[in-house]
Nanobody, 121 residues
Framework: QVQLVESGGGLVQPGGSLRLSCAASGRIYSITSMGWYRQAPDKERELVATITSGGVTNYADSVKGRFTISRDNGKNTVYLQMNSLKPEDTAAYYC???????????????WGQGTLVTVSS
């Protein structure tokens, strides 16, 4: 069984920074892509950033230049460094892993439980 465990959310003032982490547990052979999505109250879940095992990144326009996604393939962990946070960044942030191979099992998509980020003065 593969699980994603997120950490690092919390309350921060506008202009501040937070770093989210997401570790995939289990006997993992490979993960094609990992990323972060977020969902604000009364809004649909949206992509924040993704990164492939080869390091190719993709960002939502709203976070470009402020957020940085990185990945440690050896630890099956993805990070999201969030700088210059704005109140509109307030949301539950969810970790995602695509095409996860664990033993003889292939998971198309796995989601974490989510971690709350609140940007407020």
């Amino acid at each position: 069984q593969v699980q994603l465990v997120e950490s690092g959310g919390g309350l921060v003032q506008p202009g501040g920074s937070l770093r989210l982490s997401c570790a995939a547990s289990g006997r993992i052979y490979s993960i094609t892509s990992m990323g972060w999505y977020r969902q604000a109250p009364d809004k649909e879940r949206e992509l924040v950033a993704t990164i492939t095992s080869g390091g190719v990144t993709n960002y939502a326009d709203s976070v470009k230049g402020r957020f940085t996604i990185s990945r440690d393939n050896g630890k099956n962990t993805v990070y999201l460094q969030m700088n210059s946070l704005k109140p509109e960044d307030t949301a539950a942030y969810y970790c995602n892993a695509d095409n996860v191979v664990s033993g003889i099992t292939r998971y198309l998509e796995i989601w974490g439980q989510g971690t709350l980020v609140t940007v407020s003065s």
